[in-house]
Structures are given as C-alpha cells and as structure tokens.
C-alpha cells in the first residue's frame, strides 16, 4: 500500500550517523511525520524554521533546497 504525503520537508542526511546526532541534539523527533531511510525523515513544514534554526545553534550547517 502507498501512501501520499503533501506539504511535507524531508530532512535527508549524508550518513545514519548525522541523522542520529540530529534526533538527539534537536527537536527534530517531535515533528517527524515518517522515516523514509536510515538517513532520511519526512517532517511538519510548519516546524522546518525551528529545526533549521536548533541545526545551526548546534553547529549544523543546513543546505536547503526548494
């Protein structure tokens, strides 16, 4: 069965290891929709500002793409 999300971001990292960092080190976990990969999750876009900014906080440098 397929499943159709519209309005959604996707948070793709280059490695598992990133994504993992990401979970603990931000509020990504409470706005997660659905992980697609070890290394990819899809998330609420009313939410992107905030994670995008905790990410930079912490050191991250985010490349967004639109």
Known sequence: ??????????????????LEELMAATPLPAHVIRPLSPRAV???????????QAMVRKGYTPRVSS
């Open 42 to 52: 899809i998330v609420d876009p009313e939410y992107l500002d905030a994670i995008l």
């Open 1 to 18: 069965m397929a499943t159709l999300h519209q309005h959604v971001a996707l948070i793709e990292c280059a490695d598992e290891i990133a």
